[in-house]
């Protein structure tokens, strides 16, 4: 038999191994199990301590080193009870994914003895070699130390491996000379800048109780499952997370079977599994779903601080990844993973809240008299409108782009969806005061068995990039790989904006002046209107209108990414001191580097499985054919396969020259556009001789698994 048809057979033969502990260990039995979070910090630190590193959780109260040996003590005894031989600062550098390096608890004592150490300053600090991450420019080769600092607001979690237990502490990522290397640093600030100025406007309303505003995250998460055994027969998805041949299978999507279709049993299996392994790192996962495409699925959690949820997500990845292989399936987080199909986002809820529990998104019953709320409601339009061109930078990337646009996933063109209640509300405040609101009423469903259902005031629009969905508002054009904590910082960041603006015009007000407050909201709401729009944004009319509104349509990653180079994005970033102009730029060149470094080792993996695996498949078949005479019909498909043959040879030779091209353009950026002008479009050509090929090839000779199997293979 061929790998495939081993592969197959099993696949076929492959049994869902039962977890027989289930039941002793249901969701709030073991959840948190493996964080160091309120319970275990009471248990293992002394009361004093407790009270001070929990203030300084809440953000009461900065970090008292006093504490850091008995706070490093307590969580040395929590680990070792339960197994630990090892710790880690685990930190989200800018290559997309997260970095660990392990020590040993363990230190020579002499006589062939040992001691378990760790200090405040091993809890506290840590010392990577920051030469090897993507710094922009801000480091050289030869210039290799960098630090790890523990955010405190993140929870110490363990990694629980088949053969051992490591301690893992969040932490942030700086160079040596202070410049942010990581992820978390800009959120953190972002946070930061945005609580200060919102804090401001809950002043002005006479809120003297709250003392911190932070934002929240909710990220659904997108992902594909597939076999194993044929994932590791395509090099294409060893290599770039994605299929680059593959012609359609005779059945898609099209019969829209799969949503929140039966959940089959492998991929169940693997769903509970993952939903234990999260619960007891402290990740609250609430739902799980069959998505649209095939083979293809969802998990959301419940709302957690944005920081939080943005490191929990990052585990979410990690764990699905791991997870998938010992079920033996492999978890695809890719954009865009098979051709033809819904490809994969990470929809992204979003709110502000305040520490004394109120949701400053919330409208309440009568939006209309929730003055608060329409102010931080519009304040957040207008920090799309002005930022647009930002928003967009924050979620591009290679593979984001094959989604973004298509008719599963937002346009890149950058709008806000308010429902029919609120954009009523907002054009009555555009007019000078709002003094109505639409109510939902209620639905009868005509079968006196069945309730009356209450009815929202509002209906959701899938096709949104930015969507209000009740109290929050949801992001839903991140993509599935992307680690959330950078289009979270230029939100944040963007808000931020619109809040100090906001607030400095109040503070020229009286407090409590609604008069006065209204005729504010009314002048942004003129100002802004225009990237409010409440229909399909996959039509090709609204391309049209976003045009005549001057939106702008940053349609792929080369279009999106000047945005991070202009004079505005370096005084926003600057003002609230989230990212300094030379931070921006290093980044900004980072997220260059990589969308080229991506497109290149696809286009590197197209051309070697076109000529090492499709092109002598095509051969070996053009020999049967010639053995098999020379009647018409064999001609006809011998001529074919010629024809297909001599122009796959022909686009590999055009890719390679392609490459070639872009590479010695000079620069990175003309490398970047060379790639997305000639040697993408070079790609698609080899792809579609190849996936042609495949639909006349004889099926024994094609080596790569086809997206039949891949799809509908479990």
């Known amino acids: 038999m061929t790998a495939r048809q081993t592969a197959i057979e099993a696949i076929s033969n492959h049994k869902v191994a039962s977890t027989q502990d289930y039941l002793e260990n249901a969701g709030e039995d073991i959840y948190g199990q493996y964080v160091f979070g309120e319970a275990a910090q009471r248990q293992y630190l002394a009361k004093p301590v ?4 929990r203030r300084t959780i809440a953000g009461l109260e900065s970090f008292d080193h006093s504490i850091a040996d008995a706070v490093a003590q307590g969580v040395k005894e929590w680990a070792l009870a339960h ?7 685990w930190f989200v550098p800018l290559t997309g994914t997260s970095a660990e390096k392990h020590d040993s608890f363990l230190s020579p004592a002499g006589d062939s ?4 150490e760790f200090s405040g300053k091993g809890l506290i600090q840590g010392e990577p070699d920051a030469s090897s991450f993507p710094s922009g420019g801000i480091r050289s080769t030869f210039e290799a130390r960098g630090y790890t600092a523990w955010d405190v607001t993140s929870p110490i979690f363990l990694q629980v491996e088949p053969n051992g237990v490591t301690l893992t502490i969040p932490t942030a990522f700086v160079s040596y000379t202070g410049e942010a290397l990581d992820h978390k640093i800009p959120l953190l600030r972002s946070q930061e800048a945005l609580g200060k100025q919102a804090l401001r406007i809950l002043k002005w309303f006479g809120n003297e109780t709250t003392s911190r505003v932070f934002t929240n995250i909710g990220p659904e998460q997108e992902y594909f499952l597939v076999d194993r055994r044929l994932a590791e027969l395509r090099p294409d998805i060893v290599l770039t997370g994605r299929t680059l041949f593959g012609a359609p299978s005779s059945k898609g999507q099209e019969l829209e079977d799969q949503y929140f279709g039966t959940i089959r049993e492998r991929m169940l299996a693997f769903m509970m599994d993952l939903d234990r392994d999260l619960w007891r790192l402290g990740i609250p996962s609430k739902t799980r779903h069959n998505e649209v495409a095939p083979a ?17 997500n990052m585990l979410v990845m990690n764990t699905m990844k791991k997870l998938a292989m010992r079920h033996d399936l492999v978890a695809l987080l890719h954009e865009k993973p098979f051709k033809g199909v819904n490809g994969s986002g990470k929809h992204n809820n979003w709110s502000m809240a305040t520490d004394d529990g109120e949701n400053l998104l919330e409208p309440g019953n009568n939006p209309h008299d929730n003055a ?19 928003l967009r930078a924050g979620i591009a990337d290679a593979g984001n782009d094959h989604r973004l646009g298509a008719n599963e996933a937002p346009p890149a063109i950058v709008s806000v969806f308010l429902g029919a209640q609120l954009e009523d509300v907002v054009e009555q405040l555009e007019k000078g005061g709002a003094s109505t609101s639409k109510t939902g009423g209620s639905m009868e469903l005509g079968v006196t068995t069945l309730p009356v259902l209450p009815r929202d005031a509002t209906d959701r629009n899938r096709t949104s990039p930015f969507a209000f969905t009740g109290n929050k508002f949801e992001f839903r054009a991140v993509g599935s790989s992307a680690p959330i904590y950078w289009p979270q910082t230029m939100l944040n960041t963007a808000v931020a904006d619109s809040l100090e603006k906001l607030a400095d015009d109040l503070e020229k007000l009286e407090p409590c002046d609604f008069a006065g407050l209204t005729k504010i909201l009314s002048a942004i709401v003129k100002a802004n209107k225009q990237v409010l729009f409440e229909g399909n944004n996959y039509a090709e009319e609204w391309h049209t209108e976003a045009e005549k509104r001057g939106l702008p349509n940053n349609k792929s990653t080369v279009d999106a990414l000047p945005a991070l180079a202009t004079a505005k994005a370096k005084k926003l970033f600057a003002h609230f001191g989230v990212l300094s102009e030379r931070e921006l730029d290093a980044r900004a060149e980072i997220i260059w580097e990589r969308y080229v470094k991506v497109q290149n080792i696809e286009a590197n993996a197209t051309a070697d499985i076109a000529k090492t695996m499709i092109l002598p498949a095509a051969v070996k078949y053009l020999g049967q054919l010639l053995s098999a005479g020379t009647s018409k019909g064999v001609s006809q498909i011998f001529d074919k396969v010629v024809v297909l043959t001599d122009q796959l040879v022909d686009a590999i030779h055009a890719l390679e020259h392609a490459q070639h091209a872009a590479h010695a353009t000079g620069s990175l950026h003309a490398e970047a556009k060379a790639f997305h002008a000639h040697v993408i479009p070079a790609q698609e050509a080899v792809r579609a001789a190849a996936d042609e090929l495949e639909t006349i090839v004889s099926d024994e000779l094609w080596p790569l698994p086809k997206y039949r199997e891949l799809l509908f293979q479990y």
Request: proline letters at 2%; charged letters at 10%.
């Open 83 to 89: 197994g630990a031989t090892h710790y880690t600062h």
């Open 296 to 312: 293809q699925f969802e998990m959301a959690p419940v709302y957690e601080a944005t920081a939080v949820g943005s490191d929990h």
């Open 50 to 53: 407790f009270t001070k590193l």
């Open 113 to 116: 003895a040992t001691l378990s």
């Open 372 to 390: 608060q709320f329409l102010a931080f409601l519009v304040a957040v339009i207008r920090a799309v409108n002005v930022h647009a061109d930002l």
